[in-house]
């Protein structure tokens, strides 16, 4: 069965640093979704994508966050300078639109 | 904005009882996701309902969208169902529409 697949699986980074994470949704779908999870809290929505553009983004998806999709198969979530409240395990997900099926998410520990 | 609920917050059975987990929501949808999030972080979608009832294996998805409650059922346990069960509230479809989540049930079978 197709499948969401993120990379890198866990990702340790300097305060202030720039991080992409990267994400490559099932092949046929068109919406695109990042959201994250900090840790012993609820999953949050960050940012949807379709037809290339942003469609909704939320309050935590600020000026340091950007999406893009470079080419036809992966889907790239930017922090352009982290903080240590970036700290969270950021999933993927992706639909045609319909059930959002998840990447195994990237779990990002800044230091 | 939509506030999804879920209880119990967290649920000990003993292999072979029958679970029940509860999920309520305060805004109409057009559709609910169950998910189930393993230890290791990952994201797997159970089921995705719009009304009625859906059935996979020994779990059973039902939603009442007057009530705006929606429960998840597992027939007879295992440990290996040992997860966090999340229900996530979907606004409307046809579009990049974001989840909004439930904060989880922490569901441990023992033997």
């Known amino acids: 069965e197709p499948e969401v697949t993120q990379t890198p699986s866990h990702q340790v980074t300097q305060m202030g640093q720039e991080v992409i994470l990267r994400c490559v949704p099932i092949?046929?779908?068109?919406?695109f979704y990042w959201y994250r999870q900090i840790l012993g809290q609820k999953v949050e929505f960050l940012v949807s994508f379709y037809n290339n553009e942003i469609s909704e983004k939320s309050e935590i998806f600020d000026d340091q966050f950007s999406v893009e999709r470079p080419d036809g198969s992966n889907f790239t979530l930017k922090i352009r300078s982290t903080k240590l409240e970036d700290s969270a395990m950021y999933f993927c997900a992706s639909s045609n639109p319909g059930p959002q099926h998840f990447g195994d998410g990237t779990r990002l520990s800044i230091l | 904005k939509n506030e999804v609920e879920q209880s119990p917050q967290n649920l000990t059975a003993q292999e072979g009882e029958f679970i029940t987990i509860n999920c309520s929501y305060s805004v109409g949808i057009s559709a609910l996701h169950w998910l189930q999030q393993h230890p290791g972080g990952g994201i797997v979608s159970l089921f995705m309902?719009?009304?009625g009832k859906k059935k996979h294996g020994r779990l059973i998805a039902t939603i009442n969208i007057q009530e705006k409650h929606s429960s998840l059922h597992i027939t007879a346990s295992h440990p290996r169902d040992s997860a966090v069960y999340i229900c996530?509230?979907?606004?409307?479809?046809?579009?990049?529409?974001?989840?909004?989540f439930g904060t989880g049930t922490r569901l441990q079978v023992t033997l």
């Open positions: 996530a509230a979907l606004p409307h479809t046809g579009t990049a529409s974001k989840l909004t």
């Open positions: 092949s046929n779908h068109l919406y």
């Open positions: 309902l719009s009304s």
